[in-house]
């Protein structure tokens, strides 16, 4: 009897495992193929050269280490944090069609960030400063979060929680053009190149952020996922099971938010990929067991990114589509399955 | 009973939800291993004293004791590991299963990461166990019918491994085998395990039966609390629910309507448990009905009684009166149709055979349910003018049409 339990849970380790590889690797391909493509074309073997040699002096050193590596691996952080950012939004809704991007979030953070790049907030400084931009996104994200979550502990309904995250959308936009009328034309166009979406022309420092801060988060993020599981039969059950749930609140948010504030501010707007990949890896391992979801949101999350970077940089080259077009058309149809077919929750 | 420290002691509680109070002054005390059930009418505040029992809700005034400690004073996970609570709200966690699901009641007993030992997994397999459930162990919880599901909440909430277990309506949308289920397995938790149930219920007559005791709550207070053979009167039970045309039988521990009567009076004449279906039919079937000559220890009185018939009735063991007999009389001719349910007929309830001859004498129409050979027997030559029946169905024919 015990030992039929033993095997009742743990009976898909072996397929754990392998789901586990397989994304690794094509996370791994994901990251390869968007290094060595591009409107230079650099072969496998110079590629390693490169790599293992710190070739930066040729043309093409050049080129990998400060564009392409950079871009491959902020497509791939931004998709992760993103894709962890959407699903503790998704368990902490209890819904499984919110995402940062639907539920105003991310347009919170554009009008923070509007108000840094186009206004006099943000004119002191030389150049943009890159942690103010951030901050600025961060702040954006978390007002339109706490509004959202203000009014979702009123109303239970999932479809009211939807249309108020639109319309919260709608009133950022809204400022944001605005602002963007009273703004000088040439901060305009940064800020709507920024806004289209790009994960282009990431420099050190921003990447350095990227990679610490946001680990920071994934690592809380991870650390959450015994109260994301116990929070998944419902905030009173939680509650009974030994959660602290005004913690647990504080602390999900400050990590979805800040993940996906962070994405933000760096590379514009993203949509989709929050909403649709948590569900992908849910189907994928079948669960909804957030030990093994959150690890495999960041595979699968940054895998996605990567490859719709690589079809937006290369499918017209060199004219370069926005991020967001190419996620959208793959997560739009998502959400519009799921909508069809209600059963799978959360 | 030993007098040991109560698992939960409530002084003076007042609940309710922002700072309104929906109980008032409610003083409980919960012995280790015994099953209390509250009674009372929707939106009496049951669900709010339990949550507030349960920790879920802070209480407007007053203390919650659990083991002798304020409520407030526990961490959370110290707290999850005495009270577990099955709440009336169906659970939609998404892709789990059973097993996994149960898994989750290990919730205050695992690390940080919520890894399941050797101890945990026999814990889990053993709750699954207790509620009959091993067999749905590989299935996905969204996939399971109502009655199982409430099966897989109770074995999360008995892999809590808690002393109190509380309950919120947990016979709600359940067929009546699931609903026996859940009841004898909240009933064997009880005796088995140690463990104080809590759960509030709609079946007074199930409730009655299986608890220990009983909390009956209404217009803002609890407003009685003890054994349910004590507290369990049918007045106390029609008071609770406000019953018009509805009584409870505590000797029969099952809820009686009383029909409106409008279609006339009948008199049966029954005894020895010949009455009590009769009289449930005819009631239903919106007749008044009357009975006698019955003994007080005869079913069909308790039945007769709780559903509002005019009843002559004998002391037990004692054959029936002149007295009762002219009484039993009198409520024959008011009768518009006199019906022999088919008692049988001994020393003590001779003369009731007397009262179907008189009723032929006073010219009203009277059905039996007698065999034809038994008849005769009683009334010689009389029992031609009876209107023989082979069933009850039959007797509701024969009566509509009679006219």
Redesign the interface.
């Known amino acids: 009897?015990?030992n039929?339990?033993?095997e009742?849970?743990f009976h898909n380790k072996k397929r754990l495992y392998l789901f586990f590889s397989l994304l690794l690797v094509f996370l791994i391909a994901a990251g390869g193929i968007n290094m060595t493509t591009g409107s230079m074309n650099i072969s496998l073997s110079d590629f390693f050269n490169i790599i293992f040699k710190h070739f930066t002096e040729t043309t093409q050193g050049f080129i990998v280490w400060k564009i392409r590596i950079p871009r491959a691996l902020a497509s791939i952080l931004g998709g992760a944090y993103l894709a962890v950012a959407g699903l503790l939004l998704q368990v902490f809704f209890r819904n499984p069609i919110v995402g940062p991007f639907i539920l105003g979030i991310s347009s919170g953070a554009t009008l923070m960030v509007s108000l840094v790049m186009l206004t006099a907030l943000g004119l002191g400084m030389p150049g943009l400063n890159p942690f103010l931009v951030t901050l600025a996104a961060f702040i954006g994200a978390g007002g339109a979060m706490i509004i959202v979550v203000s009014i979702a502990s009123k109303v239970k309904s999932g479809v009211t929680l939807l249309i108020t995250g639109l319309m919260i959308g709608y009133l950022c936009h809204a400022v944001t053009s605005v602002i963007i009328a009273f703004a000088e034309a040439e901060n305009v166009k940064g800020f709507t190149l920024w806004q289209l979406g790009s994960f282009s022309g990431f420099k050190g420092t921003e990447l350095n952020i990227m990679i610490f801060a946001g680990g920071l988060l994934l690592i809380l993020a991870f650390?959450l996922?015994?109260p994301l599981?116990?929070f998944?039969?419902?905030e009173?059950?939680a509650?009974?099971?030994?959660?602290?749930i005004k913690l647990f609140r504080i602390l999900i948010l400050l990590c979805s938010c800040g993940l996906a504030g962070l994405v933000t501010s760096f590379a514009g707007p993203v949509a989709f990929i929050g909403l649709a990949v948590p569900h992908i890896t849910?189907m994928i391992f079948?669960?909804?067991?957030n030990?093994i979801l959150i690890p495999g949101s960041v595979l699968l999350g940054g895998t996605i990114t990567c490859f719709c970077d690589l079809i937006a940089r290369s499918l017209f080259a060199p004219v370069e589509l926005p991020i967001s077009a190419i996620t959208s058309f793959f997560g739009a149809p998502i959400v519009i399955i799921l909508l069809l077919k209600r059963?799978?929750?959360? | 009973m030993k007098n040991t420290r109560p698992v939960l002691d409530i002084q003076n509680l007042s609940v309710g939800y922002k700072k309104i109070p929906v109980l008032n002054s409610v003083n409980l005390c919960f012995q280790k291993g015994v099953f209390v059930s509250l009674l009372g009418p929707n939106g009496a505040g049951k669900t709010t004293l339990l949550?507030t029992l349960?920790?879920?809700l802070t209480p407007i005034s007053g203390i919650v004791l659990v083991n002798g400690k304020n409520i407030a004073d526990y961490?959370?996970?110290?707290?999850?590991?005495i009270?577990?609570?099955v709440?009336t709200?169906k659970?939609?966690?998404?892709?789990?299963?059973v097993?996994?699901?149960v898994?989750?009641?290990r919730?205050?007993h695992?690390d940080?990461?919520?890894r399941?030992q050797?101890k945990d997994?026999?814990v889990?397999?053993s709750a699954?166990?207790m509620v009959n459930a091993?067999e749905l162990?590989?299935r996905q919880l969204?996939n399971l019918s109502d009655g199982e599901r409430q099966k897989v909440y109770l074995a999360r909430a008995l892999a809590?491994e808690p002393e109190v277990i509380i309950l919120d309506e947990p016979t709600m949308h359940l067929d009546l085998k699931h609903r026996m289920d859940v009841m004898s397995i909240l009933r064997k938790m009880c005796m088995e395990k140690g463990i104080t149930i809590i759960a509030s219920l709609h079946d007074v007559d199930i409730a009655s039966k299986i608890s220990d005791c009983v909390a009956l709550v209404k217009n803002g207070a609890v407003t009685g609390i003890g054994p349910p053979e004590k507290i369990l009167s049918g007045n106390t039970v029609a008071e609770l629910y406000d019953f018009d045309d509805a009584n409870f039988n505590p000797a029969l521990g099952s809820i009686e309507f009383c029909g409106n009567g409008r279609r006339g009076k009948v008199f049966v004449a029954a005894g020895m448990g010949t009455g009590a279906v009769l009289y449930r039919l005819l009631v239903k079937k919106g007749f008044q009905i009357a009975t006698g000559v019955l003994h007080t220890n005869d079913l069909d009185y308790y039945v007769a009684e709780s559903l509002g018939a005019d009843c002559v009735a004998q002391t037990p063991m004692e054959p029936v009166s002149e007295d009762l007999f002219n009484m039993a009389a009198a409520l024959v001719k008011q009768a518009d149709y006199i019906i022999d349910a088919g008692f049988p007929v001994g020393g003590q309830n001779q003369l009731n055979t007397e009262l179907i001859a008189y009723a032929l004498a006073q010219g009203k129409p009277v059905f039996t349910l007698r065999k034809a050979e038994d008849t005769q027997r009683f009334l010689k030559s009389d029992s031609e003018n009876l209107i023989a029946c082979q069933n009850e169905i039959q007797l509701l024919d024969k009566m509509n049409s009679h006219l």
Request: hydrophobic share 40%; no cysteine.
């Open positions: 009897m015990d039929m339990t033993t009742i849970v650390g996922s015994k599981n116990a998944l039969l419902g009173e059950y509650s009974s099971m030994g959660v602290n849910r079948s669960t909804s067991d030990r059963n799978t929750s959360v | 949550k349960a920790g879920l961490k959370r996970t110290e707290l999850a590991g009270i577990a609570v709440l709200e659970v939609s966690p998404g892709l789990f299963s097993v996994e699901f898994a989750q009641g919730y205050p695992t940080f990461f919520g399941m050797k997994l026999s889990v397999s699954l166990k091993t162990a590989n969204s809590q």
